[in-house]
């Protein structure tokens, strides 16, 4: 026993080590929001459980705040006892279980810090509603921009009196404090009661409950005390506890509603006032009140109990007496309907709809008629109903609160009004969605819809889909509805059918790329096995919509011979076949025009470049006449020719008549002033002549050069153009021997030089020896050397010793070389 009693004394400390640390177990376990509401000493948070995401509201008390705003003389037991009326308002509720009572759904749990319960998601408490935000650190738009229609306040007081029909008929309870802090308006907007602090249990008529007096405590918040301007008198003046009581209290509930707040007395939490107030009870005005109130309040705010009426009377008032407040009587009251009430319910309520307050139609109407989908035999009923209400709501909570509920029925077969119903309002998935979303959650309505047996369903998906074409993209039209209207095509039997897909892919043409439109929907076409007039006008209808989209090509391989082919069939008649002909035209016209251009395109482009390959030639000839012009424009009628030098072409330089004798150089150079650069070899060259030294033996037999150059043929192939002897060297001596076979050379004609063309460098190897001609001033050369004209490097040394010419000096040609 004693090992058990410490275990347990252990356990209690633990839970009271963790509390004081950790919190509650609603702290650990759900995220707190923010404040959404207060209600007397609560402050209200939106809270999200951990695990499973559940919405719920969470009532916080923190003492430190309570705490601090006690006088230090204020005693533990009496602060103690606060903390109890506070988790009797939740541990109450725990055990009383009512549509119109606030649903618990974490119990209360104390801690050193604070005092917690967790509720149904709500909105507000009706205080907050009213305009007392006392305790609500941030006032929302929800609660500061509410107004309270007339019809949420029926409602409300009818669900207020339903639940204290249930507290007194069956609980057996006396609430005791009935004020608009103790009413709670849930996110449906209905009215819950709560704030059971001061209830008492009245189900033991032997043993009455222990009456205590309402005395204030000004030490303490009002909150935590019963409100004077809500008890009943018999209560606070005759000490008597009954169901009476509430009803009082009910009746200045619905004269504050009415009043923004202001209770019939205002007693400022003083007896001596109340007493007063209770005096002149009788005289109290309800003229702001509606006309049917009036005698409810007569029989409410009483002096007397006995001359109340009960919360059964109060329902049954001609207060509530309206279509409205009955239509929402029926729902809270529809699972207990039988199927044929269901049905004519649903049927009357699109008529009823328009009356109701938005509010109403969004927080009540619509939640009760979404819960009524799992019937699917209601479907083709109740969904009219939840599309009106649809109307009204923003695209983010038509998405969260309409299509996802709905999204289960698009795949359900049965009933087909159903489905119809769904197709019916879809341009209002489309307004209310993203393309996203229509695609992914909406468009499985129109795959299921094509995939149906019924025809009605059928059809009707197909008059839908040109409206919904502009929210696709072409890979949705393409891979996914372009197949199921392909198949629905091929395989249906009735004309109506195959007439209304047909329309439907003259729709779908101008989404679709070439190659769908060539490989799939062209030999589907020609597929078409009935001569029906309307299927022959339908398919005339899709060529020509295809033509518009397809090339030249195809409209006139393709769509042209099966225009042909098509309107010769018997079963058309002349207005028919008429159109068949303007279509074929039409099609033909375009195929010759656009092929001639084509054509043309290719003609224009032939001569534009024949006219430039010509305009080259042209350019060529006229840069030759251009330089034959210049060539004359400055005196000379030589040519201009081209030095190759090792394969390359180098320079081109003009010859000019008369410059240079067999066996001299060309002196031309951009340095040497001295070296003239036409005519004939100055005289004191020539007879510098006259002292070259003998040649060797062998060449004593070379008969006079003058005589035997006249006889000189022309030269073959490459010596064509050397150019003929000036006369200057007619006074030449004697040659060597070996040069007594030279032929001599036909005169020049015209007294001109013919052009040389320069042979290649690199067919020569010769050297030249300073010794042979040491007396010519200038360049050297070797013996039997014919000059090529170059450009010369300047050179300062004229005597220089035995050297190479380089790539810009003299070249030399040598015919007779070894």
């Not at 054509?599 to 042209?618: A, C, P, R, S, V």
Request: hydrophobic share 35%; net charge neutral; proline share 7%.
């Amino acid at each position: 026993m004693f090992q058990q009693g410490l275990q347990q004394g252990l356990q209690q400390g633990l839970q009271q080590v963790v509390s004081y640390v950790a919190g509650t177990s609603v702290l650990r376990q759900y995220d707190i929001g923010e404040q959404i509401a207060s209600a007397g000493l609560w402050k209200i948070y939106s809270g999200t459980k951990k695990t499973t995401g559940q919405k719920v509201a969470v009532f916080i008390f923190e003492k430190k705040i309570f705490e601090n705003t006690l006088l230090k003389n204020y005693e533990k037991k009496e602060t103690d006892k606060v903390y109890q009326v506070l988790k009797r308002e939740a541990s109450q509720l725990a055990r009383l279980r009512h549509p119109s009572l606030l649903e618990i759904v974490e119990a209360v749990e104390e801690s050193r810090t604070v005092i917690t319960f967790a509720t149904e998601p709500i909105l507000a408490s009706l205080a907050n509603l009213l305009g007392n935000t006392e305790n609500l650190s941030t006032v929302h738009d929800d609660i500061k921009n509410f107004d309270l229609d007339e019809l949420e306040i029926q409602k409300g007081l009818l669900q207020v009196g339903k639940g204290l029909q249930f507290c007194h008929n069956d609980a057996k309870i006396v609430h005791s404090n009935l004020v608009p802090e103790s009413i709670f308006v849930n996110i449906k907007g209905d009215w819950k009661i709560g704030g059971f602090g001061f209830s008492r249990f009245l189900n033991n008529p032997d043993a009455p409950p222990e009456y205590e007096y309402p005395d204030y405590d000004s030490r303490i918040p009002c909150y935590a005390q019963k409100n004077y301007d809500y008890m009943a008198p018999e209560f606070v003046l005759d000490e008597s506890i009954e169901f009476a009581n509430d009803m009082f209290a009910l009746g200045c509930l619905i004269y504050t509603v009415h009043s923004h707040g202001k209770p019939p007395m205002e007693n400022r939490n003083s007896i001596h006032n109340y007493r007063k107030n209770i005096e002149r009870l009788s005289s109290t005005k309800y003229d702001h009140l509606p006309y049917h109130l009036h005698e409810v309040m007569y029989h409410l705010i009483t002096r007397y109990p006995s001359q109340r009426m009960t919360a059964a009377e109060f329902q049954s008032s001609k207060y509530f007496d309206n279509v409205l407040v009955s239509t929402v009587k029926f729902f809270e009251s529809f699972p207990e309907k039988t199927k044929d009430d269901k049905i004519s319910f649903m049927k009357g309520l699109i008529r009823i709809l328009p009356q109701f307050p938005e509010r109403v139609l969004l927080r009540k109407i619509l939640p009760c008629l979404l819960q009524e989908i799992k019937d699917h035999s209601l479907l083709p009923y109740t969904l009219p109903n939840i599309f009106f209400i649809a109307q009204k709501l923003s695209p983010v909570d038509f998405c969260e609160k309409v299509l996802r509920p709905l999204k289960p029925i698009f795949v359900v077969s049965e009933p087909v009004q159903s489905l119809v119903a769904c197709l019916d309002q879809m341009e209002l998935f489309k307004q209310k969605t993203t393309s996203s979303a229509f695609k992914d959650d909406v468009m499985p309505l129109i795959y299921n819809s094509l995939e149906a047996k019924s025809p009605v369903v059928q059809e009707k998906a197909l008059r839908v889909i040109p409206t919904i074409i502009d929210s696709l993209d072409i890979l949705t039209i393409k891979s996914s509805l372009f197949p199921r209207i392909q198949n629905l095509f091929v395989h249906t039997t009735i004309l109506a059918i195959k007439v209304t897909t047909l329309i439907c892919l003259h729709s779908l043409v101008k989404s679709l790329d070439n190659f769908t439109l060539t490989e799939k929907l062209m030999p589907l076409l020609k597929g078409i096995k009935t001569k029906e007039p309307s299927v022959m006008i339908t398919t005339l209808a899709v060529y020509d919509e295809m033509g518009k989209h397809v090339e030249k090509d195809v409209i006139a391989t393709e769509i042209l011979p099966q225009l042909w082919k098509l309107s010769v069939v018997p079963t058309l008649n002349l207005d028919q076949f008429q159109k068949f002909m303007k279509s074929i035209k039409l099609l033909s016209t375009r195929v010759e025009e656009e092929h001639c251009k084509q054509l043309q395109d290719i003609k224009n482009i032939e001569e534009h470049t024949k006219k430039y390959m010509e305009g080259g030639n042209e350019k060529n000839k006229d840069e030759i006449g251009s330089s034959i012009d210049f060539e004359k424009l400055v005196g000379t009628t030589s040519g201009m020719t081209n030095i190759t030098v090792n394969g390359q072409n180098k320079a081109q330089m003009e010859m000019l008549p008369n410059s240079f004798p067999l066996g001299t150089t060309n002196l031309i150079s951009s340095n040497n002033s001295n070296v003239p650069l036409n005519g004939s070899i100055q005289p004191d060259i020539t007879n510098s002549l006259n002292s070259i030294p003998s040649l060797p033996n062998s060449l004593n037999s070379i008969s006079p050069l003058p005589n035997s150059l006249n006889n000189i043929p022309p030269l073959p192939n490459s010596l064509n153009s050397i150019p003929s002897l000036p006369n200057s060297l007619n006074s030449i001596p004697s040659l060597p021997n070996s040069l007594n076979s030279i032929p001599s050379l036909p005169p020049p004609k015209n007294g001109t030089t013919p052009r040389m063309s320069s042979p290649t460098i690199s067919t020569y190897s010769s050297t030249i020896t300073s010794d042979l001609f040491n007396t010519i001033p200038g360049p050297k050369f070797s013996s039997g050397s014919i000059l090529q004209p170059s450009i010369l490097k300047p050179t300062n040394n004229t005597n220089s010793g035995n050297q190479k010419i380089s790539q810009a000096d003299l070249t030399m040609f040598d015919p007779f070389s070894k």
